[in-house]
C-alpha cells in the first residue's frame, strides 16, 4: 500500500505539517479518508507567508472542526490547513465580537452573552467554528451570520491579508461567493446590550430545543441538504419515504431526517451513497432537486476527483 502523494515545494512553516493525517478522527461522521499533508499554521502571519509561496499548482482545501463535512474514503490531496490555538480568541469590545475563525461558535455565543450582548444566540444551535459559519453563511433560528457580521479579515490565494467588509462577501442563503477563494482567519461580529442572563437563558432555550429535535449525540454531519424555497427539506425527505433508510451502517436519522448518521463503520461512500439515494427519491415524489449543504471533499473511492 503506498503512502500519501507528498507535494513538492512545500515552503518552510513555523507551523507543523503532518503526512498522512487520518481525517475520520477529525471529522464528525467519524468517516473518510487521510490528508496527503495536513497543515496547522502557527499564526496568521506563517499562513499567509504559506500562501505566498506555495506552488500555484497546489490545491489547498480549508477544514474546521469537521461538523458539515464528508472527506472521501480516498482522502484529499494536496494540503488540507487546519487552522489551531491561535485562531481561537474571542473577546468583547464594546457591543461588538471578536472572534478567531477556529472559535467554536456556540463558544462566541456563550462570551456575547456574559458580556451582555444579545443577537448572537442562533450560534449556539451552529455546530461548527466561526470560519466555516463565514464561509457558508450559516443560520438557525431564523437568523443568519450575515445579519451580525461587521467584517472578515482573511487571506486571498496569493497570500495577501486584509479586510473584507460583508457586502464584498457574496453572501446568500448558505452560499458565501469568497469561499474557497480566501481563508477566512477571524470576523467581528455585532451585539446589542441586554440583560447577561436573560440572553444565557434564551441560548439554553437553543441548546435543548436542538438537543430535542436532532441526533447531536451521534455521527452527524449537520444538516445533510438545503432548504430549497418555500419548503423545508425534511419534510420532502420524510413524505418521499426516507426516514430511517440505510446503506450499509449509514441510515437517515429518525429524528432528523435532513441527518444522516454513522451508526457504526459506514465509509464516507456509504453515506454519500445514501444522500444521493435520498436525493434521487425526492426529486422523484416532489419534483424539487435537493442541493447539498455538507460540503463533500477529497477523491472518492471509484477514483472520482
Keep these: 500500500m503506498t503512502g500519501p502523494a507528498v507535494p513538492r515545494g512545500l515552503p518552510q512553516v513555523r507551523g507543523s505539517y503532518r503526512f498522512g493525517a487520518d481525517l475520520s478522527r477529525t471529522t464528525w461522521f467519524r468517516a473518510g479518508g487521510c490528508a496527503d499533508v495536513l ?19 497546489l490545491a489547498v482545501t480549508v477544514i474546521g472542526v469537521g461538523s458539515n463535512v464528508l472527506v472521501r ?5 494536496g494540503v488540507t490547513v487546519r487552522l489551531g490555538r491561535a485562531f481561537t480568541e474571542v473577546a468583547a469590545r464594546g457591543t461588538q465580537i471578536h472572534a478567531g475563525a477556529a472559535a467554536l461558535d456556540g463558544r462566541v455565543a456563550r462570551q456575547a452573552a456574559s458580556a451582555g450582548l444579545a443577537g448572537l444566540e442562533f450560534l449556539a444551535g451552529v455546530p461548527g467554528t466561526i ?4 464561509a457558508m453563511n450559516a443560520g438557525a433560528y431564523g437568523r443568519e451570520l450575515s445579519d451580525v457580521l461587521v467584517r472578515v479579515r482573511g487571506i486571498d490565494g496569493d497570500g495577501r491579508v486584509r479586510d473584507l467588509a460583508p457586502a464584498e462577501l457574496g453572501h446568500g442563503y448558505r452560499r ?7 481563508i477566512f482567519t477571524s470576523a467581528v461580529l455585532r451585539g446589542a446590550p441586554a440583560d447577561p442572563g436573560a440572553v444565557h437563558e434564551r441560548i439554553r432555550e437553543i441548546e435543548e430545543r436542538r438537543a430535542s429535535t436532532q441526533p447531536v449525540r451521534e455521527r452527524t454531519g449537520g444538516s445533510t441538504f438545503r432548504n430549497p424555497p418555500r419548503a423545508r427539506a425534511w419534510e420532502l425527505i420524510d413524505r418521499a419515504g426516507c426516514r430511517g433508510m440505510r446503506v450499509g ?26 444522500a444521493e439515494e435520498v436525493r434521487r427519491r425526492v426529486e422523484a415524489s416532489s419534483g424539487v432537486r435537493l442541493e447539498w449543504e455538507i460540503r463533500r ?9
Design 176 to 182: 458565501c461567493a469568497l469561499a474557497g477563494r480566501w
Design 73 to 77: 474514503d480516498r482522502g484529499i490531496g
Design 249 to 274: 451502517a449509514a441510515m437517515v436519522s429518525q429524528r432528523h431526517c435532513n441527518f444522516l448518521i454513522n451508526t457504526g463503520g459506514a465509509s464516507a461512500a456509504d453515506l454519500e451513497t445514501l
Design 131 to 134: 470560519g466555516g459559519a463565514v
Design 39 to 57: 497543515f496547522r499554521p502557527a499564526d496568521e502571519n506563517d499562513l499567509a507567508a504559506f500562501m505566498a509561496a506555495r506552488p500555484r499548482d
Design 297 to 305: 471533499l477529497g477523491r472518492a473511492a471509484g477514483g472520482a476527483p
